[in-house]
């Protein structure tokens, strides 16, 4: 009796073990040819962010009214990323139409094998929260981030963090 209890014990803790060094093959991350966690369109993730961040009213009809999307091009990387030289698969600002206040979303999508960490540094280190006529963000309230490929910048003194944070959450669906 004892001999079975204790084979049974093994068996057990065997399984267990088996099972807790295993991954799901669908989990993100696993596996050579899986795909990033944002492999949507920049747009698709835009609206995301905008459809599950918790931001005041206002906010949310500047979303609805007065927010514009700008395709940034190889003229416009300064102004957005500021500096040249940045390379990207693509990128894109949300921006307002006008707003009493500064702000900008912006999305850019890095090349495959870049380093992302050096392009975020740069970013944050040469992006100009001043950069619109008679309003600007305070330097502390820009947040460069990325989840895979994507790097999000967030330019607002008023709605940083909750964009940020549905930024994030992205990575968990």
Request: aromatic letters at 6%; glycine letters at 6%; charged letters at 30%.
């Amino acid at each position: 009796m004892k001999k079975l209890l204790l084979l049974s014990i093994a068996f057990i803790l065997i399984f267990c073990f088996a099972a807790c060094g295993t991954k799901a093959p669908d989990t993100p991350g696993s596996g050579e040819n899986s795909k990033p966690v944002l492999d949507e369109s920049l747009e698709n993730i835009v609206d995301k962010i905008y459809e599950t961040a918790e931001v005041s009213e206002d906010f949310k009809r500047y979303v609805e009214e007065g927010l514009q999307k700008t395709v940034i091009t190889e003229d416009r990387i300064e102004y957005y990323l500021g500096k040249q030289g940045i390379e990207f698969k693509e990128a894109l600002a949300s921006e307002p139409i006008m707003m009493p206040s500064a702000y900008e979303l912006t999305l850019v999508r890095v090349k495959e094998g870049a380093d992302i960490e050096k392009i975020k540094k740069e970013i944050k280190e040469n992006v100009n929260p001043q950069k619109w006529i008679c309003v600007g963000v305070n330097p502390e309230n820009v947040i460069v981030d990325s989840i895979d490929d994507v790097i999000i910048i967030i330019m607002s003194d008023n709605e940083c963090k909750a964009l940020h944070e549905a930024f994030l959450a992205l990575k968990g669906q």
